[in-house]
């Protein structure tokens, strides 16, 4: 089989969004009657539309479910132009998130796995990615023991010329030490948020933790969104550099780290430097946050007109 080239290959996991919109949280024990709600698929799914929008070729090598969930997840991926490569697992349903979406925009998460979770080394036998390719890792994915002997066992053989990026997710701090140490030693891109930041390294300030990130994954570099700010992108022996966002008003912020990532990794993908990328991500996010729902990214010709009708300022939303 002649290798891929040219495309994202997502080796994260798909799961269906229940999002609930409520004017705040509940108290321990207690209720609260949402405003709105919806069903969609996520995930995943939300970094592989934003590159897909953007004309990436996707690919998505990830587990997925025979059941409704799994047919929902696998109907959205295909009416956004996503390849799907592995076979769904006989008798086990795609899981799912619980999304809550404050009044705020804020968002929070509870999850329910299911069949992504039991990526196997005999479903990556065929992945074979090509020098021009862009791997795609989750930490999410690193959490569950099945998918993590797998993509652990597979990752050592994917070639140096091959851009491999990780985004270790709000559950960082729960992947094994080892792991987080072995991703490191391979990771191209190092994608996440302050927060993300400040859990993998200690260091509250996110210039900080930017810059201690770069010292330790010792590839092409680091970008942490720094939400109302924008960005940060570092390289190892250099200061981090701030990339301003865009001034917008904010709606819902579920999914724009999600679009953010999407973006950068087709701008990478198709030659432009670090910066110019994180620049085109940050007008994503920040066009994204305008609308409902987790995926809102926007198409190649809505971000550019985006970007060619506001100039960089201050983001005003979380990516």
């Not at 799914?45 to 929902?72: I, K, W």
Request: proline residues 7%.
């Amino acid at each position: 089989m002649a290798p891929e080239s040219g495309r994202l290959l997502h080796l994260g996991n798909v799961v269906v969004d229940i999002v609930l919109d409520v004017p705040a949280l509940p108290e321990r024990g207690g209720d609260v009657l949402a405003t709105g709600s919806d069903t969609t698929t996520g995930g995943g799914f939300n970094v592989m539309v934003a590159a897909a929008r953007q004309g990436l070729p996707v690919v998505y090598a990830g587990a997925h479910g025979t059941g409704p969930l799994g047919d929902r997840a696998r109907a959205a991926m295909l009416g956004a132009g996503i390849e799907i490569r592995q076979r769904p697992k006989a008798g086990l349903d795609t899981g799912f998130v619980v999304s809550i979406v404050d009044a705020e925009g804020e968002r929070t998460f509870v999850t329910s796995t299911g069949a992504e979770a039991t990526l196997t080394g005999e479903d990556l036998d065929a992945i074979r990615p090509g020098p021009r390719d862009v791997v795609y890792l989750s930490g999410y994915g690193m959490l569950h023991p099945p998918n993590r002997r797998a993509l652990m066992d597979w990752l050592p053989g994917v070639h140096d010329d091959v851009t491999v990026v990780f985004d270790p997710g709000p559950l960082v701090h729960l992947i094994p030490a080892d792991v987080t140490r072995s991703v490191m030693s391979r990771a191209d891109w190092w994608s996440c948020n302050a927060r993300e930041a400040t859990r993998t390294t200690g260091r509250d300030d996110p210039a900080a933790a930017a810059a201690e990130l770069a010292r330790l994954t010792g590839r092409r570099g680091v970008l942490v969104r720094t939400g109302p700010d924008g960005c940060l992108v570092a390289a190892r022996d250099a200061a981090p550099v701030h990339v301003p966002g865009f001034d917008v008003h904010a709606v819902d912020t579920n999914g724009a780290g999600d679009t953010h990532t999407g973006v950068f990794v087709a701008a990478i993908a198709t030659g432009a430097d670090a910066i110019d990328a994180a620049r085109t991500a940050n007008a994503a996010a920040a066009l994204s946050v305008t609308s409902y729902g987790p995926a809102t990214a926007p198409t190649a010709a809505e971000l550019a007109r985006f970007v060619a009708d506001r100039p960089a300022g201050i983001f005003g939303g979380r990516a």
